[in-house]
């Protein structure tokens, strides 16, 4: 019979013969230095009481990373760890995407398939396809960018969809790329229609269940879920619950919850063919096709990035209070997801920039040198003339170019200008927002449009129209002049100085408006115009503000 002290030395042996086990398993996959690295990137989430974190890290199939930073719920003190379940956002679209194409491998619908064959009243539904709404080019006006949208009460599906069907296009179906929620939502009616189920049932029982996603589902308000992170907001160093949300106006979109460890399950079951076939998931992983040939790096439901050489397959989400990012380098098997529970987050926490970063330390061996921007003094004035103007990004955003002693200058709305490295001849390294801009021609040789790639995010921005200011009398400007009411506290000011008009709006810097006639105005800075309206006696008593084809009016307030 052994002694007290005899069966206490055996059980130190036993464990100290497990641990050298699993510490010999963990040195077979561990990333030297991973670690203290991670630690590093996110260790204001570890000083006082924040918003936190979970992060986890994945290669050739095995979890060589996961830990949880900062406060799920700051009320409550309960910490962050890989349980922690969040809002994942528009990470939900890969889910909605696959689900699509679940059901066409079951002969049940076809991604070349009209939009009227499943809605027969949607307006322009025999001109969009599912290929359209899974890849954000059918040009459905994206119901999520309206102005003054509030999404603070519950809404059914058959109420969104009838919204949606009320938007004007913001384009032909097919003719650009421009990401949109509309669509998704649209595509998570469809599983509803063609299954017979809710969306959320049927992603459970066709992926959650059967993947052992026990940790994932569609967010309902009225649910309570267990190790649940609540949603912040920084105002610099100050902390504050977020805006409360419905998400009832995301299903399909970014409704879905889960955790680091579930999406890990995820991931390995679709880059595994476990959920869908091969030749499903290359279809998946290409380009889209636009009608003119041209392809843009999304594919269904799936952002497609090449960085530094290696191709990445991944996607980011935020709703408020929650940011996300999750990414797979299929070649090395190499998947990192990144989950926060605060938007804006503390200082240097983004779940895309901080994914990125991981995967890159990861990868840094595999991947090309870093490339900064080299200056091609080839570059003439002439060509660089080619590209000055205003491009349109959507809701407002204007990025204006121009050109100064053969330096091409970039001024995105509500920032400085900064310049624009060339690193080809229509390619540069745009510093100021980490992020590559490239040029693009029409048919005829005319630079139309250009594309931005930052963050793993693809952007495309149409060429705007020159305008051309005309001349108008200083004094009139004094009929214009006073504060305008958007409604919903958000009030705008005109003023006058040095015989120039200028809006002065929240939020953003002071802008010059140039008059192309007496009542009509601009600003070089953003995509939008004024028109004031005057009474009897030549007085503005409102303006009305145009952008995307919308027009919001503004009353003046009382002199």
């Not at 469809?190 to 569609?218: D, R």
């Not at 004024?530 to 084809?549: H, M, P, Q, R, W």
Request: charged share 20%; with cysteine.
């Amino acid at each position: 019979m052994k002694t007290k002290n005899g069966f206490i030395s055996s059980i130190i042996i036993l464990i100290n013969l497990i641990a050298s086990i699993n510490l010999q398993a963990q040195e077979k996959s561990k990333i030297p230095g991973l670690d203290n690295y991670i630690s590093k990137t996110f260790k204001i989430l570890q000083i006082d009481t924040m918003p936190g974190a979970s992060v986890l890290v994945s290669q050739n199939g095995d979890i060589i990373y996961q830990k949880g930073f900062g406060y799920a719920d700051i009320e409550k003190k309960m910490k962050v760890t890989p349980e922690t379940k969040f809002k994942i956002g528009s990470i939900s679209k890969q889910f909605t995407s696959v689900a699509i194409l679940k059901l066409q491998e079951e002969g049940k619908i076809k991604i070349e398939d009209k939009l009227s064959k499943y809605i027969p009243d949607f307006p322009r539904g025999n001109e969009v396809t599912i290929y359209h709404l899974l890849t954000h080019t059918s040009g459905i006006h994206d119901y999520n960018s309206q102005p003054n949208f509030e999404m603070t009460k519950p809404v059914t599906p058959q109420t969104l969809l009838d919204i949606i069907k009320k938007l004007p296009y913001d384009f032909n179906p097919g003719e650009r790329y421009l990401y949109n929620n509309s669509g998704y939502f649209i595509l998570g009616c469809i599983v509803s229609q063609l299954s017979g189920k809710t969306l959320g049932k049927y992603q459970n029982e066709t992926f959650f269940k059967p993947l052992g996603m026990k940790n994932t589902g569609i967010y309902e308000t009225t649910t309570v879920l267990n190790n649940e992170a609540q949603g912040y907001s920084m105002n610099g160093e100050t902390v504050k619950k977020a805006d409360f949300q419905e998400m009832s106006w995301t299903l399909g979109v970014g409704s879905i919850y889960s955790t680091t460890q579930d999406l890990f399950k995820w991931n390995e079951a679709v880059f595994n063919g476990k959920v869908l076939s091969n030749a499903t998931l290359k279809t998946a992983f290409s380009q889209a096709v636009l009608n003119s040939s041209g392809k843009v790096d999304y594919g269904f439901g799936w952002f497609l990035i090449t960085n530094r050489g290696l191709n990445f397959i991944q996607h980011s989400g935020v709703v408020s209070g929650f940011s996300s990012y999750l990414e797979r380098q299929p070649e090395s098997k190499l998947t990192i997801c990144v989950l926060c529970n605060s938007l804006p987050a503390p200082e240097g926490i983004n779940p895309i920039l901080n994914g990125q970063a991981i995967s890159e330390f990861i990868l840094a061996e595999k991947m090309n040198k870093q490339n900064i921007g080299i200056i091609d003094t080839i570059i003439s004035k002439n060509i660089l003339s080619k590209y000055v103007g205003r491009y349109d990004y959507g809701q407002g955003i204007a990025m204006l170019v121009t050109v100064k002693d053969k330096q091409l200058f970039g001024q995105m709305t509500a920032m400085a200008a900064s310049p624009m490295t060339p690193i080809g001849e229509n390619e540069f390294y745009f510093k100021a927002r980490n992020a590559k801009i490239k040029f693009v021609s029409n048919s005829s040789s005319v630079v139309d449009r250009l594309f931005q790639y930052q963050n793993g995010l693809f952007f495309e921005a149409t060429k705007l129209k020159d305008e051309t200011p005309v001349k108008i009398n200083p004094s009139f400007f004094d009929k214009l002049t006073g504060k305008y009411d958007f409604g919903n506290n958000y009030v705008i000011e005109i003023t006058k100085e040095n015989e120039k008009l200028f809006v002065v709006t929240p939020y953003m810097p002071k802008y010059e408006l140039l008059p192309t006639s007496e009542l009509d105005y601009f600003a070089m800075e953003v995509a939008s115009k004024i028109s004031f309206i005057l009474n009897k006696e030549g007085k503005a008593v409102s303006l009305n503000s145009t952008f995307d084809g919308l027009i919001i009016p503004a009353k003046k307030l009382g002199d």
